[in-house]
């Protein structure tokens, strides 16, 4: 061989070895499958992070819920003892006064002090969903 065929056999040689090797890459390459899901870091992560919003989302809903009842029990029973309260006003003013002549105007200020407190009570049991008679 001549000394400018040479290099040409060395160029050719390189071409084909780097073909191969080329080759090779493309094989292991396409040999190499996708990791299963539970195998996969950043789709564990945001499953994770969609759970605990669905999950803090719940307990939020469900907490909201148990202080509303909480608040709608409190004012029941503000109302409840308002209504005690005007009760025993009257029963002590009928105790003391028995027939004086100003007592049908407490009686009558009283009924509607009652009438109110009643119509309160109707008006958060409405709110709160349940039925009431009387």
């Known amino acids: 061989m001549s000394d400018a ?39 564990i992560i945001s499953l994770a992070a969609f759970l605990i919003s669905i999950v803090t989302t719940v307990a939020s809903g469900y907490r909201t819920y148990r202080e509303d009842v909480e608040a709608q029990k409190a004012q029941l029973r503000t109302v409840l003892g308002q209504i005690n309260a005007v009760q025993l006003q009257y ?3 009928s105790a003391k ?12 200020t009283l009924r509607t002090q009652a009438f109110s ?14 039925r009431f008679s009387g």
């Not at 056999?9 to 996708?34: P, Y």
């Not at 006064?97 to 009558?108: E, F, K, R, S, Y």
């Open 117 to 130: 407190r009643k119509t309160s009570l109707y008006a958060c049991e409405r709110n709160r969903g349940w």
């Open 97 to 108: 006064l028995g027939n004086h002549p100003a007592m049908a105007n407490i009686v009558t």
């Open 5 to 43: 065929t040479q290099p040409l056999a060395t160029n050719l040689d390189q071409a084909l070895r780097l073909a191969a090797v080329e080759a090779r890459v493309d094989v292991l390459l396409s040999g190499q499958s996708k990791p299963p899901w539970f195998k996969n870091p950043s789709f």
């Open 91 to 93: 029963a002590e003013l």
